[in-house]
């Protein structure tokens, strides 16, 4: 069996058609045996895939054949050949779900008001230099951040994305809107649009890790200022970066340190248990019983 990888990739540019990209992202992922989800909107393209490296690697060259999405940084981790049960192709109208589709500017060089960039190398040069003057600020769902996270980083307790444009309306985080806030997420999308709302709302010095957890933890390794494991939205459920990464999770059950998150075993029931692998092996803690949402998969983002 050849190599099985994965690719993990966002391009923000203007889609006149969409339902015209669906149908050749469709056809294309079909005729290359590829599984994953891809969204698409009039804003550009997000997906997910997995198959064979070689066939990956043909979706690659010819995805970029499409004039916006040239300069799209693919993201490639190992895979298994079982991480996604089928592919999905789907127009929506945000690439992630804010509920706020007019809170971007999107051109064909990206998104034109969002945070700015900085590469992973310049993230802990920045903390080098200013110290508790930059914030670190989890652009993901809550549940995410149990198994890995940046170091004194601001968790907002969200559930959903749905959730995180009131959460900053909020007032909670008014205190560090003259700070420097270096928002995160796995591979980079879900900041896109999350700093261009913080910048609509008053943070005056806003930034994102160009290409997300994913190229910092590849770049800084687990001796930096993250910590823990990589929570990711398809079968593997977590990665780690390295053989040293912290287990920073603890057992719903038991609280003994744990980085592996379960299914809920419960009819209907889509959240995700983070359950030590003695406490996994009793059935009866495989069933949240009062459908506590603290790990529902409810969207592709990355």
């Known amino acids: 069996m050849e ?37 698409i909107s009039k804003h550009g393209i997000n997906g997910t895939l997995g198959g064979d490296m070689s066939k990956l690697k043909e979706y690659v060259k010819l995805t970029k054949q499409y004039p916006g999405f040239r300069k799209i940084d693919f993201k ?14 789907r127009v929506r109208k945000e690439l992630v779900a804010f509920d ?41 769902n809550a549940f995410e951040a149990q198994i890995g996270k940046f170091k004194n980083a601001i968790i907002p307790d969200v559930q959903t994305t749905h959730d995180f444009v009131n959460e900053i309306k909020s007032g909670k985080y008014d205190h560090i809107k003259d700070k420097a806030v270096v928002t995160y997420c796995t591979g980079g999308v879900r900041c896109e649009i999350l700093s261009a709302i913080m910048l609509e709302n008053g943070f005056k010095e806003v930034y994102q890790i160009d290409g997300g957890i994913v190229r910092y933890g590849e770049s800084q390794g687990d001796n930096s200022l993250w910590e823990g494991s990589l929570y990711v939205f398809d079968d593997r459920l977590n990665i780690n970066f390295t053989e040293e990464a912290k287990t920073i999770g603890k057992c719903e059950t038991c609280s003994s340190p744990t980085s592996r998150f379960r299914n809920c075993a419960a009819l209907g029931c889509r959240d995700l248990i983070l359950l030590c692998d003695t406490c996994a092996e009793d059935p009866a803690n495989l069933v949240h019983t009062d459908q506590h949402t603290r790990g529902k998969r409810r969207q592709q983002v990355g």
């Open 76 to 89: 490639w981790s190992m895979g298994t050949g079982n991480d996604f049960p089928r592919l999905r192709v």
């Open 100 to 140: 706020s589709p007019d809170a971007i500017v999107v051109t064909e060089a990206g998104i034109a008001n969002g945070g700015k960039h900085l590469k992973p190398k310049a993230v802990d040069k920045l903390v080098e230099e200013r110290g508790d003057d930059v914030v670190f600020f989890d652009g993901r």
């Open 3 to 39: 190599l099985q990888k994965i690719i993990l990739y966002y391009g923000f540019t203007p889609i006149a058609d969409p339902t015209a990209v669906k149908m050749w992202q469709q056809e294309l992922c079909e005729r290359l045996g590829l599984k994953g989800r891809i969204l």
